[in-house]
């Protein structure tokens, strides 16, 4: 099986920067996306193919990939970025899911 | 646009069965795969499994191999979700979402509340 390791949580105050990475052996052969989630609803992509960023994705949001490691970065984090952040990759015809990263921004 | 509408909130009790539905609008169903995802009170996100909307053709997670059975009917862009033999540890959100791997987008529905109680 697949496995994605991510930090249970981080913690910046508003206008810094996050970093949240996750890693897993998979991620050198297969693109990853993240999501993020807030209380009560559905996940919301944030970025796709290890580095993209959908449409109405704000810049702040970018990714990046080295080896087997995936780092989401949210430059000048704003109070509205808290929630549940997710990476994952579709490989084998599987979903991996990390196990999710609380971010707080306080 | 593209949606994923699910079916109702579910009681049932240990042992039991549920089936869940989720209707696509917006785009052609045999097109893309529909997975289900679920997610267990303050737990993250675990996937179940898929189905392939064009041939049927399923994958499943090991971990719930031999519980589940992902369906579809074509002629009414439904996906179908059925875990069996219940336990309170089912207890969660039931998510389906179409296969958009390597696209810009992601499409989930609403999510369908399971709860398992004797």
């Known amino acids: 099986s697949f496995d994605l390791t991510q930090p249970s949580s981080v913690s910046v105050s508003p206008g810094q920067t996050a970093r949240i990475t996750c890693s897993g052996d998979?991620?050198?052969?297969?693109?990853a996306r993240w999501f993020q989630q807030k209380p009560g609803q559905a996940p919301v992509l944030v970025i796709y193919?290890?580095?993209e960023r959908p449409s109405g994705i704000p810049a702040r949001f970018s990714g990046f990939s080295s080896g087997t490691t995936v780092t989401l970065t949210i430059s000048g984090a704003q109070v509205e970025d808290e929630g549940d952040y997710y990476c994952?990759?579709?490989?084998?015809?599987?979903?991996?899911f990390g196990g999710g990263t609380k971010l707080t921004v306080l | 646009q593209v949606q994923l509408v699910q079916s109702g909130a579910e009681v049932r009790k240990p042992g039991a069965s549920v089936k869940l539905s989720c209707t696509a609008s917006?785009?052609?169903?045999?097109?893309?795969?529909m997975h289900w995802v679920r997610q267990a009170p303050g737990q993250g996100l675990e996937w179940m499994g898929w189905?392939?909307?064009?041939?049927?053709?399923?994958k499943y997670s090991q971990k719930f191999q031999g519980r589940v059975t992902i369906t579809r009917d074509t002629s009414a862009s439904t996906a179908y979700m059925e875990l069996s033999s219940l336990r309170s540890e089912d207890t969660a959100v039931y998510y389906c979402?179409?296969?958009?791997?390597?696209?810009?987008?992601?499409?989930w529905g609403q999510g369908t509340l399971v709860t398992v109680s004797s």
């Open positions: 193919k290890d580095n």
């Open positions: 189905i392939n909307a064009g041939n049927g053709n399923t």
């Open positions: 998979v991620l050198a052969k297969k693109y």
């Open positions: 979402a179409r296969g958009d791997e390597g696209m810009p987008v992601a499409y």
């Open positions: 917006g785009y052609t169903f045999t097109t893309y795969a």
């Open positions: 994952y990759c579709a490989a084998d015809n599987i979903w991996v």
